[in-house]
């Protein structure tokens, strides 16, 4: 066979006819020709074997090296666009002589299903036309992870150049009886069950809640009595519970959500389940039983909103499947160069590697514990993705939204996610056990508490736990870069001498809210350190619990260091201009960069006057000398030597004495060195009297000056 060229692109020879009696169609279709017929569904393409034995497919000129190899349905033919056809692949009881598909429904393409992933790949079209697919992969006995053809290594499921479909959805079926389910039956127990599996270790006949018992929250026993013995964290986190299809409190039947925290007899899940469950209630640990060595998906384009307006989830869905790839290094689940959308939900990865997955350069990226069937209904078997792995890594994609996922190992790093929104924990808690990195996200943000996009955390809602970080990763556990990002319902523990959580940059806002956790912390709170003329709100919708050091909730540059009662107080401004807008929205007066000059520790909001240049202690209108030189108001305790920001006029809060009264004059104090008293210094001995302005609000022993002290004090003379 040969073929021609025209204009330096190869032609494809057109054949039909099987393997066995292959005929050469007249004619040729030139691969440019795109939105063309291509080739009619049943062609055979062509494989080049190079020298080596390596095989590669391409369209291309024939020589005596290319052989006819494979049936492959070059475009999707079937039906009208938005119908569906329907994929089977069942490694223990399929043969890859079958057809493998039917237009009918999902338990006829049962019935002719193929073994292998890698027949699948021949004959799946790689030219949807406006069509939806579905591939349904049943789980095989233990578990045990796909083959290839020659029963040499393990396969992978994979999607590469797939473009023009509407939809394509790959999840796992199987035969789950507590489930109700039937592989291929394509119904709502098949579709929520997805082939799983009791997670190993785990009771095969289930558990009852017991009191107390709420709906996200239960202790629990053995199914009829005994103690459950539950493994410790992190083992069970990031499974599902689901209950039984024919439980007692009908609401939960097939309900499934995903283990967010547990000890050896409680469990806690990620979002509140549909009811509340009763003690004769029962449930299952479960995991994904459908497992492939890999699960890939690369250069996918969906058909285009104008051609099929009707169906929003346009791209490419994986649920219920289960990844063995454990070489240290390699890409477990790796999706790339998607347009339209990727969806995981029940998917996990079990490598070890620095990689565990990778998501780059996609349109819409959905990880969640909710999917969209072919007939655009929402289904729910509870979790989105776990890791198992280091370094799960979402990158240059236009949106994401993520809930009940959990990287069991490592830390997971969110880069140049926008200009969409970006969503984590605000459908079910997450769970990162090295914390998450942002970089260069700075979609949908604004600049105060109204935005709805960029929120990490369960952002205030009751029915959602708050988003679990553990530990951290190269100085902290949230690493925000050059970024918008509104933490809202997080809870961080264990970091230890690391920072809870870290700005860098320039420019970042960082809105902070229902941010609680004390344990294991011993560094800094919030550090910004490290981070240049950003905006950082705190507490204005939730207030703020976490803690790290002592007096080291928050680190500015210099370092200073402030609590956050000091902030619900006032806003505050390091030296590198990152402003802190508190829960009072305080509104600071200008400010300059000061530095203890060594002569004793300074605390916060003292009177400093100048002792040399640029250096400060506490002035005290003791005598002359002591009040003279005013400069402004410490914004930050500092010790000897160290830096701090002061306000030199306008509103500042100072400390007083005792408490003042508001519409007074604050006096700089004669008793106690850096405060401020509200009488009129009294003559005697060397005092002195000099005013610093009024007295607008009070807070204790606090009080807010509109700060405007005079140039020279005078000795005191009892009179104001």
């Known amino acids: 066979m040969s073929s021609a060229r025209r204009g330096g692109v190869d032609n494809i020879i057109l054949i039909s006819g099987g393997a066995g009696n292959p005929q050469v169609l007249a004619g040729t279709v030139d691969p440019t020709l795109a939105g063309g017929i291509p080739a009619?569904?049943?062609?055979?393409?062509?494989?080049?074997?190079?020298?080596?034995?390596?095989?590669?497919?391409?369209?291309?000129?024939?020589?005596?090296?290319?052989?006819?190899?494979?049936?492959?349905?070059?475009?999707?033919?079937?039906?009208a666009p938005g119908s569906v056809r329907y994929y089977a692949v069942d490694y223990d009881a399929g043969s890859d002589s079958n057809i493998g598909y039917s237009d009918v429904d999902m338990a006829t393409a049962g019935t002719v299903a193929l073994k292998t992933l890698e027949r699948l790949r021949q004959v799946f079209p790689p030219v949807g036309n406006g069509r939806r697919a579905v591939i349904a992969i049943a789980a095989r006995a233990g578990g045990a992870v796909y083959r290839n053809i020659a029963n040499t290594l393990d396969d992978e499921m994979q999607l590469v150049g797939v473009t023009g479909y509407e939809y394509v959805l790959v999840r796992g079926t199987g035969n789950v009886a507590t489930a109700g389910a039937v592989k291929f039956a394509n119904d709502?127990?098949?579709?929520?069950?997805?082939?799983?599996?009791?997670?190993?270790?785990?009771?095969?006949?289930?558990?009852n809640p017991i009191a107390p018992i709420s709906a996200g929250t239960f202790d629990v026993q053995l199914s009829g009595g005994g103690a459950p013995g539950l493994a410790a964290e992190p083992s069970l986190i990031g499974k599902r519970v689901r209950f039984d299809s024919a439980t007692t409190t009908v609401a939960l039947r097939n309900a499934c959500g995903m283990i967010h925290a547990n000890d050896t007899d409680t469990i806690t899940l990620a979002r509140n389940l549909p009811a509340t469950p009763v003690a004769a209630d029962v449930f299952y640990i479960e995991e994904p039983a459908t497992t492939v060595f890999r699960i890939q998906a690369a250069g996918c384009q969906g058909a285009t909103t104008a051609l099929l307006p009707s169906f929003s989830p346009t791209g490419i869905t994986f649920a219920g499947l289960r990844s063995s790839e454990a070489s240290a290094g390699f890409v477990a689940v790796g999706c790339r160069g998607i347009s339209g959308s990727i969806r995981l939900s029940f998917v996990e990865s079990y490598s070890p590697g620095f990689s565990c997955s990778s998501i780059t350069d996609c349109d819409?990226?959905?990880?969640?514990?909710?999917?969209?069937?072919?007939?655009?209904?929402?289904i729910e078997p509870g979790t989105g993705f776990v890791a198992q792995g280091w370094a799960g890594t979402i990158s240059q994609c236009g949106s994401l939204s993520m809930d009940a996922t959990v990287s069991r190992v490592g830390r997971y790093q969110i880069l140049g996610v926008g200009p969409q929104a970006l969503n984590i924990g605000t459908g079910a808690g997450c769970y990162f056990a090295a914390g998450l990195l942002f970089q260069n996200c700075k979609g949908s943000g604004g600049t105060d508490n109204t935005v709805g996009g960029n929120v990490v955390g369960s952002n205030a809602s009751g029915a959602v736990r708050r988003t679990r970080l553990l530990g951290g990763f190269a100085g902290s556990c949230v690493s925000v870069?050059?970024?918008?990002?509104?933490?809202?319902?997080?809870?961080?523990?264990?970091?230890?001498?690391?920072?809870?959580?870290?700005?860098?940059?320039?420019?970042?806002?960082?809105?902070?809210?229902?941010?609680?956790?004390?344990?294991?912390?011993?560094?800094?709170?919030?550090?910004m350190t490290l981070n240049r003329n950003s905006m950082v709100l705190l507490g204005q919708l939730n207030?703020?619990?976490?803690?790290?050091?002592?007096?080291?909730?928050?680190?500015?540059?210099?370092?200073?260091?402030?609590?956050?009662?000091?902030?619900?107080?006032?806003?505050?401004?390091?030296?590198?201009?990152?402003?802190v807008q508190g829960s009072a929205s305080?509104?600071?007066?200008?400010?300059?960069?000061?530095?203890?000059?060594?002569?004793?520790?300074?605390?916060?909001?003292?009177?400093?006057?100048?002792?040399?240049?640029?250096?400060?202690?506490?002035?005290?209108?003791?005598?002359?000398?002591?009040?003279?030189?005013?400069?402004?108001?410490?914004?930050?305790?500092?010790?000897?030597?160290?830096?701090?920001?002061?306000?030199?006029?306008?509103?500042?809060?100072?400390?007083?004495?005792?408490?003042?009264?508001?519409?007074?004059?604050?006096?700089?104090?004669?008793?106690?060195?850096?405060?401020?008293?509200?009488?009129?210094?009294?003559?005697?001995?060397?005092?002195?009297?000099?005013?610093?302005?009024?007295?607008?609000d009070v807070s204790g022993t606090l009080g807010f000056v509109a700060f405007t002290p005079e140039i020279h004090p005078i000795l005191a003379d009892g009179a104001a």
């Open 481 to 527: 870069t050059n970024s918008f990002i509104f933490l809202r319902g997080l809870d961080i523990q264990n970091v230890g001498a690391l920072s809870i959580i870290s700005l860098f940059g320039l420019g970042t806002l960082a809105v902070i809210n229902d941010v609680v956790g004390s344990a294991g912390n011993t560094g800094n709170g919030l550090d």
């Open 188 to 207: 709502a127990a098949d579709k929520v069950a997805l082939g799983a599996q009791i997670f190993a270790g785990t009771n095969a006949a289930g558990y």
């Open 364 to 378: 819409k990226v959905t990880v969640t514990r909710q999917y969209v069937d072919e007939a655009a209904s929402t």
């Open 543 to 579: 207030a703020n619990t976490f803690t790290g050091g002592a007096g080291r909730d928050i680190a500015g540059k210099g370092p200073v260091y402030y609590t956050h009662a000091d902030v619900a107080r006032t806003d505050v401004i390091d030296k590198a201009l990152n402003y």
């Open 40 to 79: 009619p569904e049943g062609s055979l393409y062509l494989r080049y074997v190079a020298s080596g034995g390596e095989q590669w497919t391409k369209f291309g000129v024939a020589d005596t090296s290319w052989q006819l190899t494979q049936v492959s349905a070059v475009a999707a033919t079937w039906g």
């Open 586 to 696: 305080t509104k600071l007066g200008s400010t300059a960069r000061i530095i203890n000059d060594g002569n004793a520790n300074i605390g916060q909001y003292k009177i400093v006057r100048a002792t040399g240049a640029g250096v400060v202690r506490v002035a005290q209108a003791n005598t002359a000398a002591n009040a003279a030189g005013i400069v402004g108001v410490g914004q930050s305790a500092f010790t000897t030597v160290q830096e701090a920001m002061a306000v030199q006029a306008g509103g500042t809060w100072v400390q007083f004495d005792v408490a003042p009264t508001v519409g007074g004059i604050a006096y700089l104090s004669t008793g106690t060195a850096g405060n401020a008293q509200h009488t009129v210094p009294a003559l005697a001995a060397t005092n002195q009297k000099l005013r610093l302005g009024r007295i607008l």
